[in-house]
């Protein structure tokens, strides 16, 4: 009896034209989740350090919530890479044994620093509050009341100073993290695009702008996705605070909701990284196309032929284009402000499975192309892991971590 063997990448894979045999697409849909969701990490932290490092007091709260929103991401960063691979379980030696022979390999220094920074300065935010709640909480017997201090006895590492030259030195150390953080958050991202740009065999892939379009690209959906869930939350809670005001409970203050000063000014820097962005995508189509080199027949056929509507539609004119313009619209109202992130976000993550799966596209034989087929209906591990529902696990669970986090950590509140 002969045993069938599927190979990986053939379930979602169709073929079309001179394809050679042993092709298909294996780097699928979690390929696709693992750089946008690196980014999503590298754009919050920026966010943050605007404040931190340049001053903007406009950003304050925002600035909280995002590096709280950025811890949350960062442990979602190796979930794409761990539910991609076979053997998960292996994954773990990347940050057990990292070097730089290889860029993946040197994946567990960057995390691994980014992660201290990023533990270390909310540690530096979060300290006199930590201490504020131990003590607080201090003669308190209920349950939750004695296992909530113990937590926060043991965040506080046993500094308890709170004076005001303590607290002056947390916000000097704040800083200085912040700004060693900036270049390590944007590394972080940016070897994402290196391992592609450095692909000598693929030549969609095979470019050195392609660090610096996933750096600029990362920092616009790390943005978009930290303004959009600010504003969600925030109405939200001027939402239930309306309600209860309304059913009589006059202990209730009603709250402002998302205020439009700071949204506006945040749009504003991520207007200026999209332009950015922006332009370093369309130099790189130029300059490929200026070349002209070997390769650029199959590029063109894969661009404006087979990948069209995905790159010039949907990511360019949706993604780009249309949001630009709602930004740069005066008059900006929240409504139009959520379009434009929501495109945003989905024009930053069209880019990634344009890279990654278009690059995939185009067989070797230079004279055919592949098409890929996200599964959505998981009927295997297999399929659930690289289909629909596998990314929506990746999409959800930042957000159940940052419910977790502000448990302990207020980022929403004043401390």
């Given at each position: 009896?002969?045993?069938?063997?599927?190979?990986?990448?053939?379930?979602?894979?169709?073929?079309?034209?001179?394809?050679?045999?042993?092709?298909f697409?294996?780097?699928?849909?979690?390929?696709?989740?693992?750089?946008?969701?690196?980014?999503?990490?590298?754009?919050?932290f920026?966010l943050?350090?605007?404040?931190?490092?340049?001053?903007?007091?406009?950003?304050?709260?925002?600035a909280?919530?995002?590096?709280?929103?950025?811890?949350?991401?960062?442990?979602?960063?190796?979930?794409?890479?761990?539910?991609?691979?076979?053997?998960?379980?292996?994954?773990?030696?990347?940050?057990?044994?990292?070097?730089?022979?290889?860029?993946?390999?040197?994946?567990?220094?960057?995390?691994?620093?980014?992660?201290?920074?990023?533990?270390?300065?909310?540690?530096?935010?979060?300290?006199?509050?930590?201490?504020?709640?131990?003590?607080?909480?201090?003669?308190?017997?209920?349950?939750?009341?004695?296992?909530?201090?113990?937590?926060?006895?043991?965040?506080?590492?046993?500094?308890?100073?709170?004076?005001?030259?303590?607290?002056?030195?947390?916000?000097?150390?704040?800083?200085?993290?912040?700004?060693?953080?900036?270049?390590?958050?944007?590394?972080?991202?940016?070897?994402?695009?290196?391992?592609?740009?450095?692909?000598?065999?693929?030549?969609?892939?095979?470019?050195?702008?392609?660090?610096?379009?996933?750096?600029?690209s990362?920092?616009?959906?790390?943005?978009?996705?930290?303004?959009?869930?600010?504003i969600?939350?925030?109405?939200?809670k001027?939402?239930?605070?309306?309600?209860?005001?309304?059913?009589?409970?006059?202990?209730?203050?009603?709250?402002?909701?998302?205020?439009m000063?700071?949204?506006?000014?945040?749009?504003?820097?991520?207007?200026?990284?999209?332009?950015?962005?922006?332009?370093?995508?369309?130099?790189?189509?130029?300059?490929?196309?200026?070349?002209?080199?070997?390769?650029?027949?199959?590029l063109?056929?894969?661009?404006?032929?087979?990948?069209?509507?995905?790159?010039?539609?949907l990511?360019?004119?949706?993604?780009?284009?249309?949001?630009?313009?709602?930004?740069?619209?005066?008059?900006?109202?929240?409504r139009?402000?959520?379009?434009?992130?929501?495109?945003?976000?989905?024009?930053?993550?069209?880019?990634?499975?344009?890279?990654?799966?278009?690059?995939?596209?185009?067989?070797?034989?230079?004279?055919?192309?592949?098409?890929?087929?996200?599964?959505?209906?998981?009927?295997?591990?297999?399929?659930?892991?690289?289909?629909?529902?596998?990314?929506?696990?990746?999409?959800?669970?930042?957000?159940?971590i940052?419910?977790?986090?502000?448990?302990?950590?207020?980022?929403?509140?004043?401390?």
């Amino acid at each position: 009896m002969v045993e069938q063997v599927i190979v990986h990448g053939a379930e979602w894979t169709a073929k079309e034209l001179f394809v050679y045999p042993n092709e298909f697409i294996y780097w699928s849909i979690q390929i696709v989740m693992y750089p946008y969701m690196t980014g999503l990490v590298a754009g919050a932290f920026v966010l943050s350090s605007l404040y931190h490092v340049f001053g903007q007091k406009d950003l304050k709260d925002m600035a909280k919530f995002s590096l709280v929103f950025s811890l949350a991401l960062l442990p979602v960063a190796m979930l794409p890479l761990l539910l991609h691979l076979q053997q998960p379980l292996r994954g773990i030696e990347v940050l057990f044994t990292p070097h730089f022979t290889s860029a993946i390999a040197a994946f567990g220094i960057v995390f691994t620093a980014y992660a201290i920074i990023v533990l270390s300065e909310i540690w530096f935010v979060y300290r006199r509050y930590f201490v504020e709640q131990t003590m607080a909480l201090k003669g308190k017997t209920g349950f939750g009341d004695i296992v909530r201090r113990g937590i926060y006895h043991v965040l506080t590492l046993g500094a308890h100073d709170i004076s005001a030259e303590a607290v002056a030195k947390d916000h000097r150390a704040v800083t200085v993290l912040a700004a060693i953080g900036i270049p390590v958050a944007c590394f972080l991202h940016g070897y994402a695009g290196f391992i592609f740009g450095s692909v000598k065999a693929n030549a969609l892939w095979m470019s050195p702008l392609m660090p610096v379009i996933f750096i600029m690209s990362a920092v616009v959906s790390g943005i978009a996705l930290c303004m959009l869930t600010y504003i969600i939350i925030m109405e939200w809670k001027k939402f239930k605070a309306i309600l209860a005001r309304g059913r009589g409970d006059e202990t209730v203050t009603v709250i402002a909701g998302v205020e439009m000063d700071v949204m506006s000014k945040a749009s504003k820097y991520l207007l200026g990284f999209l332009v950015a962005a922006i332009t370093l995508e369309l130099l790189d189509i130029i300059f490929r196309g200026y070349t002209a080199m070997k390769s650029w027949d199959i590029l063109r056929d894969v661009m404006f032929h087979e990948d069209f509507v995905k790159i010039f539609v949907l990511q360019y004119g949706l993604g780009n284009l249309v949001p630009f313009v709602l930004l740069l619209l005066p008059g900006v109202t929240i409504r139009r402000l959520v379009v434009a992130l929501v495109l945003i976000l989905f024009g930053v993550f069209m880019m990634r499975w344009n890279v990654v799966i278009g690059g995939q596209a185009f067989s070797l034989s230079f004279a055919g192309f592949m098409h890929y087929h996200l599964p959505m209906i998981p009927h295997s591990l297999e399929t659930y892991k690289e289909g629909l529902f596998g990314a929506l696990t990746v999409a959800v669970t930042p957000f159940v971590i940052f419910w977790l986090i502000n448990k302990i950590v207020p980022s929403l509140k004043e401390v």
